[in-house]
Nanobody
Framework: QMQLVESGGGLVQPGGSLKLSCAAS????????MAWYRQAPGKQRELVAR???????NYADSVKGRFTISRDNAKNTMYLQMNSLKPEDTAVYYC??????WGQGTQVTVSA
Protein backbone atom coordinates (compact mmCIF):
# COMPACT_ATOMS: atom_id res chain seq x y z
CA GLN A 1 0.00 0.00 0.00
CA MET A 2 1.15 3.53 -0.71
CA GLN A 3 0.18 6.62 1.24
CA LEU A 4 0.25 10.02 -0.42
CA VAL A 5 0.29 13.21 1.64
CA GLU A 6 -0.19 16.61 0.05
CA SER A 7 0.96 19.88 1.56
CA GLY A 8 1.49 23.50 0.55
CA GLY A 9 -2.05 24.68 -0.03
CA GLY A 10 -3.40 27.93 1.33
CA LEU A 11 -4.87 31.33 0.57
CA VAL A 12 -3.16 33.47 -2.05
CA GLN A 13 -4.06 36.63 -3.94
CA PRO A 14 -4.67 36.58 -7.68
CA GLY A 15 -1.36 36.64 -9.52
CA GLY A 16 0.41 34.95 -6.64
CA SER A 17 2.21 31.62 -6.42
CA LEU A 18 2.05 28.43 -4.40
CA LYS A 19 4.02 25.21 -4.48
CA LEU A 20 2.28 21.96 -3.62
CA SER A 21 4.10 18.83 -2.52
CA CYS A 22 3.00 15.21 -2.51
CA ALA A 23 5.07 12.84 -0.41
CA ALA A 24 4.79 9.10 -1.00
CA SER A 25 5.36 6.49 1.65
CA UNK A 26 7.05 3.90 -0.54
CA UNK A 27 10.17 3.80 -2.59
CA UNK A 28 8.28 2.23 -5.51
CA UNK A 29 6.99 5.76 -6.11
CA UNK A 30 9.59 6.12 -8.83
CA UNK A 31 8.15 3.46 -11.15
CA UNK A 32 4.69 5.00 -11.43
CA UNK A 33 3.34 7.97 -13.29
CA MET A 34 1.93 10.59 -10.94
CA ALA A 35 -0.67 13.28 -11.39
CA TRP A 36 -2.33 16.29 -9.81
CA TYR A 37 -6.10 16.62 -9.97
CA ARG A 38 -8.37 19.32 -8.60
CA GLN A 39 -12.01 19.61 -7.68
CA ALA A 40 -13.83 22.89 -7.28
CA PRO A 41 -17.13 23.11 -5.40
CA GLY A 42 -19.97 21.74 -7.50
CA LYS A 43 -17.64 20.54 -10.25
CA GLN A 44 -16.16 17.24 -11.29
CA ARG A 45 -12.60 16.34 -10.42
CA GLU A 46 -10.31 17.26 -13.30
CA LEU A 47 -6.78 16.42 -14.32
CA VAL A 48 -4.35 19.31 -13.87
CA ALA A 49 -1.00 17.76 -14.81
CA ARG A 50 0.66 14.39 -15.14
CA UNK A 51 4.28 13.30 -15.01
CA UNK A 52 5.56 9.94 -16.23
CA UNK A 53 8.14 7.91 -14.34
CA UNK A 54 10.71 9.11 -16.83
CA UNK A 55 9.71 12.74 -16.44
CA UNK A 56 7.53 13.42 -19.49
CA UNK A 57 4.78 15.84 -18.60
CA ASN A 58 1.41 16.96 -19.86
CA TYR A 59 -0.95 19.70 -18.67
CA ALA A 60 -4.55 20.78 -18.86
CA ASP A 61 -4.96 23.66 -21.28
CA SER A 62 -6.20 25.89 -18.46
CA VAL A 63 -2.86 25.72 -16.60
CA LYS A 64 -0.32 25.49 -19.43
CA GLY A 65 2.40 28.08 -19.05
CA ARG A 66 1.45 28.79 -15.43
CA PHE A 67 1.88 25.47 -13.60
CA THR A 68 4.89 23.16 -13.57
CA ILE A 69 4.80 19.56 -12.38
CA SER A 70 8.01 17.86 -11.26
CA ARG A 71 9.19 14.92 -9.22
CA ASP A 72 12.18 13.96 -7.10
CA ASN A 73 12.33 10.16 -7.09
CA ALA A 74 15.12 10.15 -4.51
CA LYS A 75 12.74 11.89 -2.09
CA ASN A 76 9.58 10.04 -3.22
CA THR A 77 8.00 13.45 -3.73
CA MET A 78 6.09 15.19 -6.49
CA TYR A 79 5.56 18.93 -6.79
CA LEU A 80 3.25 21.40 -8.47
CA GLN A 81 4.56 24.93 -8.86
CA MET A 82 1.61 27.22 -9.49
CA ASN A 83 2.25 30.75 -10.75
CA SER A 84 -0.04 33.54 -11.92
CA LEU A 85 -2.87 32.05 -9.94
CA LYS A 86 -6.44 32.97 -10.81
CA PRO A 87 -9.64 32.77 -8.77
CA GLU A 88 -10.78 29.92 -11.02
CA ASP A 89 -7.82 27.86 -9.76
CA THR A 90 -9.55 27.66 -6.38
CA ALA A 91 -10.12 23.98 -5.59
CA VAL A 92 -9.02 21.06 -3.51
CA TYR A 93 -5.90 19.64 -5.13
CA TYR A 94 -5.22 15.91 -4.99
CA CYS A 95 -2.19 13.89 -5.93
CA UNK A 96 -2.63 10.51 -7.53
CA UNK A 97 -0.41 7.58 -8.35
CA UNK A 98 -1.18 5.28 -11.25
CA UNK A 99 -0.67 2.51 -8.71
CA UNK A 100 -4.23 3.47 -7.73
CA UNK A 101 -3.70 5.68 -4.71
CA TRP A 102 -4.94 9.16 -3.85
CA GLY A 103 -3.93 11.73 -1.29
CA GLN A 104 -6.38 13.40 1.06
CA GLY A 105 -6.25 16.73 -0.77
CA THR A 106 -5.06 20.24 0.04
CA GLN A 107 -7.17 23.38 -0.33
CA VAL A 108 -6.00 26.16 -2.63
CA THR A 109 -7.96 29.40 -2.46
CA VAL A 110 -7.20 32.31 -4.78
CA SER A 111 -8.94 35.44 -3.62
CA ALA A 112 -8.31 39.11 -3.03
Amino acid sequence: QMQLVESGGGLVQPGGSLKLSCAASRSIFSIYAMAWYRQAPGKQRELVARIASGGRTNYADSVKGRFTISRDNAKNTMYLQMNSLKPEDTAVYYCQSTAGYWGQGTQVTVSA
